[in-house]
């Protein structure tokens, strides 16, 4: 069973930039596409971006289009998020997620597997 773990989140100032990182354990991510989400207290988990296997596309939520890529490493079985122009409503706990497709995915239901989370703050 593979586990996931996010890391390099924080607090940073509006207009600054931070990079997620999501290490894998256990089992590898071949033939699998990744996720990022994210949530903030009260809401439902919102879709981030998707990377497909082994990578050559990728699909983005329309809130962040434009100031996050993602990308991943298939050797090192790593994914990150780099995160631009960052808005405090960008604040929320950030997710890694694992799929069973191998196309980009949208939707929660369709990642197995999750990380815990990691905590980015934008302040303003």
């Known amino acids: 069973q593979v586990q996931l773990e996010e890391s390099g989140g924080g607090m940073v100032q509006a207009g600054n930039s931070l990079t997620l990182s999501c290490s894998a354990s256990?089992?590898?991510?071949?033939?699998?596409?990744m996720g990022w989400f994210r949530q903030t207290t009260g809401k439902d988990r919102e879709f981030v971006a998707s990377?497909?296997?082994?990578?050559?596309?990728?699909y983005y939520a329309r809130s962040v289009k434009g100031r996050f890529t993602v990308s991943r490493d298939n050797v090192k079985h790593t994914v990150s998020l780099q995160m631009n122009s960052l808005r405090p409503e960008d604040t929320a706990v950030y997710y890694c997620?694992?799929?069973?497709?191998?196309?980009?995915?949208?939707?929660?239901?369709?990642?197995?597997?999750w990380g815990q989370g990691t905590q980015v703050t934008v302040v303003s």
């Open positions: 990377i497909s296997w082994p990578g050559r596309n990728t």
């Open positions: 997620a694992k799929s069973s497709y191998t196309v980009v995915r949208d939707s929660s239901s369709d990642y197995h597997t």
């Open positions: 256990g089992e590898s991510l071949s033939q699998s596409t």
